[in-house]
């Protein structure tokens, strides 16, 4: 604390400081008139973050209060800011009519504005969720669960996690605005770096069990647990109940307009886990931008908000049960097949609003008279969507399946248990809700072009409400009523000579000369005698004054009692408008599928259940897209049971991690129902994609590339399954040589099948290396096959050709690669003369036991490749000539080339001169 001198608090301060208490970790905005001001420290952090004026209260005091403000109407950009930047906001307004208020006017919280909370459309991106999270973990069962909600349209997820780190990988996948975790807890070391908001909540009154079960069950409205699928499974419904605790005690009010709690079941879903979402791109580049480059950028041309987020979903949450994908499917292949309906769906939907966020701010009470306008505008288009949509069913009926490209083959589809038509998008037709009544509602109650704010007043339109036509009959042509009133009196008067007139003590008031006031009628009473004239009012003078004068005020209370009332109408539509935005949301990701498909010449894919993946013609999306199809050299990528693990070796630059990555992004496309950027493409389902790509560190955890990689390997060679699909890329190169090769030489043994926990079987591998040891394994391990992506070469120079084909690569050609890097000519030539040094020193070779198939293959180092490197001279505890002759037994001739052949024999014949000439 500082030890300067406090200032004299005014009761307002006092007022404010009292409210300040309650919310310490909060900036708060408290209204005086038409600001909401800040003050004291609250001031300052505002004035910097927000880079407005920093004043003073009292600037004359001898200590001076420091204070900042901002518009109240204009203060959601503000609060857009600093919720930016992580900071929080409680929203302190006046809660009693100044007019009314017996000294110090009533204030309190309203609510509180966090980085996760927010439904205002000035602080979201629209294609984009927005979720708040909560995470409890269970250290003794080694059980954890998040649960996590889209304030600003309702949904709310969770999913039940064991392990603590895969845990906080889901977590790391959701990027949260905000987490919100007991006090007692901190993330794990191995999480990484934390970009979002951590909300510390003490376990009681947020975490615990019974609290939570009992706000979970009157919120969602259920009698059970087992409803919602949350039986059995505390940590959740701990991890949901303390989700709920925050929002009732941020918005001040009981989040109702949530919708159904839905349990994310890992096994209905392909997974991809934060690694594989950043290594193949699907929503940011490698270098953190988004944009071109990425899957999403490639797939959304969605038209609607709802469909940008859906398409988000799909993305994270690729299908994995066949029937559902090949439904999806169809839809997108009758989209395909029919342009001109295409395209006139996709006009009736571009005016489309946002249904679903428009309908929860209603449900909070956080709406303004131009949701309402918006709401309209977005439903009042639904009946055309409709008439456009029921062009796109006898289109693909008629089709029938005339395309043997774009159809599922008869069997595939009778093993699906699938038809071929969009039987989706008539179980859509036939729950369609056109909203006319609500449409009806608000064409009857709003003006064309609503204001902005409540109290500007001119909501509604004329005939809405007849005291409301009343009081603005009055307000607007109230002097035309004085006016004909007057001229009414001195006609029944007979006194033209009267006037009417306006003072503040006496109000309206009838005057005439003091000679003719005494032939008035008795209903003029006097209120005052002047010189020359006096002054009378009447009864109906009177009750006209009262509402002229507070014709206004009442006018405004009546619009907002209506704007209620109206309100309170239109929630009641609320599931049928989140019913309509679902659907909409589904046919705007069709569309966009079909779209791209259109666009880039995709083709439709064959779906199975089997584990072989057969592409022909398969292209990068993101790359295509950005280069154009025609610069893309396309690529064939086969796995079966004779091709389980492809070992693809080539130059740098040539294109190997563009082939690998193609391949698991056409996987992910196939399985949200896309077609494909391939010629054509017979997909088996997986149910996990694995990445380890390129070179990475983590220094703030101490982790270096090499630590990162063997990491993520890790991980992948414990939970991927028959079923998955790996893609490695350079394993092994962050350590020494042998070091990296032998590592890399085992993993390839392990996901063959063939390692020393081979009961899961071989899994579908794509893995490039610069190890072209490694390319002895075919027909040394079961489904392991050699493919390169060809060079060729040109007068010194090499040229990228860009193609898979079969077979090993003979080098690397990375001296080739440096020179086109612009590496100087003497450097290159050098290393040149190095490399053949290095190569004629090195007559090692690579050993198999394909001859005996039951053991696996060696690696056998016959002599040091590098003098003084300290490699043994033999293998084992026998001598060297026993060493030469295991060595000769197990060689298969059929799998060495002459020149292994002729370097193997060197080396053994150094060994045995230099044995004997120690003897």
């Known amino acids: 604390m500082s030890d300067a001198p406090s200032p004299k608090l005014t009761p307002m301060l006092e007022q404010y400081l009292g409210i300040k208490a309650e919310h310490p970790d909060a900036l708060l905005f408290f209204r005086m008139g038409d600001f909401y001001e800040l003050f004291f420290e609250d001031a300052e952090v505002a004035a910097r973050e927000l880079q407005i004026a920093l004043t003073s209260r009292n600037p004359n005091a001898t200590v001076p209060v420091p204070m900042c403000g901002v518009p109240y109407h204009a203060c959601e ?81 969770g999913i039940r996690i064991r392990g603590q780190l895969p845990l906080w990988s889901w977590v790391a996948k959701l990027d949260p605005r905000e987490l919100l975790l007991p006090d007692h807890m901190r993330p794990p070391v191995q999480a990484g770096d934390i970009s979002f908001r951590i909300t510390a909540l003490p376990m009681r009154g947020f975490f615990e ?237 709003l003006v064309d072009s609503p204001p902005l704010l409540i109290t500007d007043g001119g909501i509604f339109r004329a005939g809405f409400d007849p005291d409301l036509d009343a009081l603005l009959e009055l307000v607007e042509h109230g002097q035309d009523t004085l006016r004909d009133m007057l001229v009414r009196e001195q006609q029944e008067t007979g006194q033209p000579k009267m006037k009417m007139g306006y003072n503040r003590v006496f109000g309206y008031y009838f ?143 040539g294109g190997k991690s563009t082939v690998l990555r193609q391949t698991a992004l056409i996987c992910i496309l196939a399985q949200i129902g896309s077609y494909v950027p391939a010629a054509t493409a017979t997909i088996g389902l997986t149910d996990r994609i694995f990445t380890r790509v390129g070179a990475s560190d983590n220094l703030s955890l101490g982790q270096s590339t090499f630590m990162v990689e063997m990491i993520e390997t890790a991980r992948i060679l414990r939970q991927a399954t028959q079923r998955s699909l790996v893609i490695l890329d350079e394993i092994g190169r962050g350590t020494s040589t042998y070091d990296g090769l032998a590592l890399a030489w085992a993993v390839v043994e392990e996901l063959s099948g063939q390692g020393t926990s081979s009961a899961r079987g071989s899994v579908r591998t794509l893995f490039a290396t610069h190890y072209h040891e490694l390319t002895a394994l075919e027909g040394s391990l079961p489904g392991v096959r050699n493919y390169n992506i060809a060079v060729k070469e040109w007068k010194g120079d090499i040229i990228f050709l860009r193609r898979l084909v079969p077979g090993p690569s003979d080098r690397s050609y990375g001296i080739e690669v440096a020179k086109l890097a612009g590496l100087p000519r003497r450097v290159v030539l050098r290393a040149k003369e190095i490399l053949g040094q290095l190569d004629a020193a090195k007559p090692s070779g690579i050993q198999s036991s394909a001859s005996r198939p039951a053991k696996r293959p060696t690696l056998a180092l016959t002599r040091d490749p590098l003098p003084g490197l300290g490699l043994s001279h033999g293998i084992g505890d026998n001598t060297v000539e026993a060493d030469v002759l295991k060595q000769l037994q197990e060689l298969d001739p059929a799998h060495i080339s002459p020149m292994q052949a002729l370097k193997l024999l060197q080396g053994w014949k150094e060994l045995l001169e230099s044995e004997r000439s120690r003897d």
């Open 77 to 157: 950009t503000y609060l857009t800011q600093l919720l930016s930047k992580g900071l929080k906001v409680a929203i302190c307004d006046q809660v009693e009519d100044p007019r009314e208020a017996k000294g110090l006017v009533k204030r309190a919280v309203t609510r509180v504005l966090t980085p996760g909370t927010l439904v205002e459309d000035a602080g979201l991106e629209a294609k984009e969720h927005h979720f708040l999270a909560a995470l409890h973990w269970d250290g003794q069962a080694d059980v954890g669960a998040v649960a996590w909600v889209d304030v600003s349209t309702g949904a709310c997820r």
């Open 511 to 653: 005057e005439l000369p003091r000679s003719l006031s005494k032939e008035l009628p008795e209903r003029f009473q006097r209120r005052q005698s002047l010189v020359s004239s006096e002054r009378f009012v009447t009864a109906e003078l009177k009750e006209l004054e009262d509402r002229l004068l507070g014709a206004a005020d009442r006018r405004k209370a009546l619009e907002h009692r209506l704007f209620q009332e109206l309100r309170d109408q239109v929630d009641r539509f609320r599931l049928r408008v989140m019913h309509m935005a679902e659907t909409l949301a589904r046919l705007d990701v069709w569309l966009a599928l079909a779209e791209a498909a259109q666009k880039w010449s995709w083709s439709r894919p064959v779906l199975t259940t089997d584990q072989n993946i057969f592409i022909t013609g398969g292209r990068h999306p993101g790359i295509e897209a950005c280069q154009g199809s025609a610069n893309y050299i396309p690529n064939d990528v086969q796995l079966d049971d004779q091709r389980r693990v492809l070992i693809i070796t080539g130059p740098n630059m």
């Open 209 to 445: 069990f019974d609290q939570a079960k009992e706000r979970v069950l009157r919120t969602q409205a259920v009698a059970d647990l087992h409803v919602l699928d949350l039986e059995n499974k505390p940590q959740l419904v701990q991890a949901f109940g303390a989700l709920l605790a925050y929002l009732k005690q941020t918005q001040k009010r009981d989040p109702n307009h949530l919708q159904s709690f839905q349990v994310i079941q890992p096994g209905d879903f392909l997974l991809l886990d934060e690694v594989t979402l950043r290594n193949l791109e699907i929503f940011r580049r490698m270098d953190g931008g988004r944009g071109p480059g990425t899957l999403r950028h490639v797939l959304d041309k969605t038209l609607t908000p709802m469909g940008g987020r859906l398409l988000e979903s799909r993305l994270h949450y690729p299908w994995k049960e066949i029937e559902t994908i090949l439904r999806n499917q169809a839809v997108v292949a009758a989209m395909v097949q029919n342009n001109a309906a295409r395209s006139e769906l996709a006009r009736k939907l571009t005016s489309t609003t946002d249904l679903e966020r428009i309908a929860t701010r209603i449900t909070m009470n956080r709406t303004s008279p131009r949701d309402f306008a918006a709401l309209l505008q977005g439903i009042a288009r639904l009946p055309e969507i409709r008439e456009a949509l029921g062009k796109l069913i006898p289109s693909q009926e008629g089709s029938g399946t005339n395309s043997k490209q774009n159809c599922v083959p008869e069997t595939i589809r009778q093993d699906a248990g699938a038809d071929d038509s969009p039987g989706l998008l008539i179980d859509i037709l036939k729950k369609w809700d056109d909203l006319t009544e609500l449409k009806d509602l608000l064409q009857r109650a």
